[in-house]
């Protein structure tokens, strides 16, 4: 009978030892107290009610917890008040980013470790699958969790395809076909509807026209670049020719994000190079005008390479904000990434779901139902890849986003200058 009792006691003993430490492993990240924590976000108008109702559901079921989202703009003005911040020492407890940023911003330091906090609280970090944890860390930490995730997508004219027999290319030599077929000129030979607009404000949403015809504008050795390779020129002098006949139109400099999507809905271009994420504002702008389709980017000319990269945003902790503010934010990146918040983002927007375990549930189901263009685009979304993960990428893109402006839009020799565009990228990635 006393074995049995101490058998009982041990037991006992035990579960307490084993509630002791997983409560010690979230004690130091709990909140207990009532804190007010500031979200900088990239949120436009028209995501505002949507983001206001998420906010409010955590409210409920985090009282001690209260949110303040604030709209800073684009996501370069996010880095660049972020930045400033770090520097000041005033940071937000957590911060929108593109998903470009990762890389510099887990080479600088900026964001918080988050395996601590994912293994103290059991987050079920491979519900997002390879591609996306990859995405979002560096050097084998997690630095930021997936958010709102998005691919580069062709909107184009559904209604004018179906009625001129137009089809969406689907590799690259399909293009010239394509957008002799797509555009439209007026008496004078100017263009009345370009057959696609290329968005030149973000080198993202052209990137893979090169990537997956094997140009790398950082090489794997992480020194050097194929942006003045052969088939690098080969490409370019194509863009060049279908803008300079009118066929094309490369968006870029103030304002060109909105000016090309209002060329699209007015009628002015039959097809546009954009985000997956914009697909509710494409088919809400439209205002029943004409149906919206979506498809694939055009893919390489071996017909083998469709890749696409991730996009969108990501959320993260800034490294130097205090420890309170760290583990309300966690909170709240909880609740973001979780299944149920994200369906919801993505049934609002065009956004894609991050969580593999949100496929495979009715609603899931119903939400393609509701939005068929996105059936094409998400049963090919095995081909997400990450973006390049090398810490000087984004600085060495930008710099070719202003390179092909200068072929593009003024004339500037296509050979001549992605020569010189070769050296500029190699002595940026000196430094690194």
Same mark, same amino acid.
């Given at each position: 009978?006393?074995?049995?009792?101490?058998?009982?006691?041990?037991?006992?003993?035990?579960?307490?030892?084993?509630?002791?430490?997983?409560?010690?492993?979230?004690?130091?990240?709990?909140?207990?107290?009532?804190?007010?924590?500031?979200?900088?976000?990239?949120?436009?108008?028209? $995501?505002?009610?949507?983001? /206001?109702?998420?906010?409010?559901?955590?409210?409920?079921?985090?009282?001690?917890?209260?949110?303040?989202?604030?709209?800073?703009?684009?996501?370069?003005?996010?880095?660049?008040?972020?930045?400033?911040?770090?520097?000041?020492?005033?940071?937000?407890?957590?911060?929108?980013?593109?998903?470009?940023?990762?890389?510099?911003?887990?080479?600088?330091?900026?964001?918080?470790?988050?395996?601590?906090?994912?293994?103290?609280?059991?987050?079920?970090?491979?519900?997002?699958?390879?591609?996306?944890?990859?995405?979002?860390?560096?050097?084998?930490?997690?630095?930021?969790?997936?958010?709102?995730?998005?691919?580069?997508?062709?909107?184009?004219?559904?209604?004018?395809?179906?009625?001129?027999?137009?089809?969406?290319?689907?590799?690259?030599?399909?293009?010239?076909?394509?957008?002799?077929?797509?555009?439209?000129? /007026?008496?004078?030979?100017?263009?009345?509807?370009?057959?696609?607009?290329?968005?030149? $404000?973000?080198?993202?949403?052209?990137?893979?026209?090169?990537?997956?015809?094997?140009?790398?504008?950082?090489?794997?050795?992480?020194?050097?670049?194929?942006?003045?390779?052969?088939?690098?020129?080969?490409?370019?002098?194509?863009?060049?020719?279908?803008?300079?006949?009118?066929?094309?139109?490369?968006?870029?400099?103030?304002?060109?994000?909105?000016?090309?999507?209002?060329?699209?809905?007015?009628?002015?271009? #039959?097809?546009? #190079?954009?985000?997956?994420?914009?697909?509710?504002?494409?088919?809400?702008?439209?205002?029943?005008?004409?149906?919206?389709?979506?498809?694939?980017?055009?893919?390489?000319?071996?017909?083998?390479?469709?890749?696409?990269?991730?996009?969108?945003?990501?959320?993260?902790?800034?490294?130097?904000?205090?420890?309170?503010?760290?583990?309300?934010?966690?909170? #709240?990146?909880? #609740?973001?990434?979780?299944?149920?918040?994200?369906?919801?983002?993505?049934?609002?927007?065009?956004?894609?779901?991050?969580?593999?375990?949100?496929?495979?549930?009715?609603?899931?189901?119903?939400?393609?139902?509701?939005?068929?263009?996105?059936? /094409?685009?998400?049963?090919?979304?095995? $081909?997400?890849?990450?973006?390049?993960?090398?810490?000087?990428?984004?600085?060495?893109?930008?710099?070719?986003?202003?390179?092909?402006?200068?072929?593009?839009?003024?004339?500037?020799?296509?050979?001549?200058?992605?020569?010189?565009?070769?050296?500029?990228?190699?002595?940026?990635?000196?430094?690194?």
């Amino acid at each position: 009978m006393m074995r049995k009792v101490l058998m009982l006691m041990l037991v006992v003993l035990m579960t307490i030892s084993v509630v002791g430490i997983a409560t010690a492993q979230t004690s130091r990240y709990d909140v207990t107290q009532p804190i007010t924590i500031t979200w900088w976000h990239a949120h436009e108008d028209q $995501w505002h009610e949507h983001l /206001n109702y998420m906010v409010e559901e955590f409210h409920k079921q985090n009282p001690l917890i209260t949110v303040e989202p604030v709209y800073i703009g684009a996501y370069v003005d996010i880095n660049t008040q972020l930045i400033a911040a770090i520097a000041s020492g005033d940071v937000p407890a957590l911060c929108t980013a593109n998903t470009s940023y990762p890389p510099s911003y887990g080479a600088a330091g900026i964001c918080e470790i988050l395996d601590p906090y994912i293994k103290a609280y059991n987050f079920d970090i491979k519900d997002f699958g390879e591609g996306l944890i990859a995405s979002t860390s560096y050097e084998n930490e997690q630095i930021c969790l997936p958010y709102l995730i998005s691919t580069q997508v062709m909107y184009y004219n559904q209604t004018m395809a179906d009625a001129e027999g137009i089809k969406m290319p689907t590799t690259f030599d399909e293009m010239d076909a394509f957008l002799k077929k797509a555009t439209v000129f /007026n008496k004078d030979g100017s263009t009345a509807r370009y057959g696609t607009v290329f968005g030149g $404000w973000d080198y993202w949403y052209y990137e893979m026209l090169y990537k997956n015809n094997g140009v790398e504008l950082v090489c794997a050795d992480g020194e050097s670049t194929d942006v003045d390779s052969e088939m690098s020129v080969y490409i370019t002098t194509k863009i060049k020719e279908w803008i300079d006949k009118g066929y094309a139109y490369y968006a870029y400099g103030t304002g060109a994000s909105p000016n090309m999507r209002q060329l699209f809905w007015d009628g002015g271009a #039959f097809s546009v #190079f954009h985000t997956s994420s914009l697909y509710d504002t494409y088919v809400q702008q439209v205002k029943g005008k004409f149906e919206v389709g979506m498809a694939w980017l055009p893919g390489g000319l071996d017909k083998k390479s469709f890749k696409s990269e991730v996009g969108g945003a990501v959320i993260m902790i800034p490294a130097v904000a205090s420890q309170r503010q760290k583990n309300a934010a966690w909170q #709240f990146m909880m #609740f973001m990434a979780s299944p149920e918040i994200n369906l919801y983002w993505a049934d609002q927007t065009g956004y894609f779901p991050t969580r593999q375990s949100v496929m495979k549930i009715n609603a899931y189901k119903e939400y393609l139902e509701r939005k068929p263009a996105m059936k /094409n685009v998400v049963s090919m979304s095995g $081909w997400i890849n990450p973006r390049n993960q090398h810490p000087a990428y984004d600085t060495a893109a930008t710099q070719w986003r202003h390179a092909l402006a200068r072929i593009f839009n003024e004339g500037a020799p296509v050979k001549a200058t992605l020569n010189q565009l070769a050296d500029t990228i190699e002595e940026i990635l000196e430094d690194y």
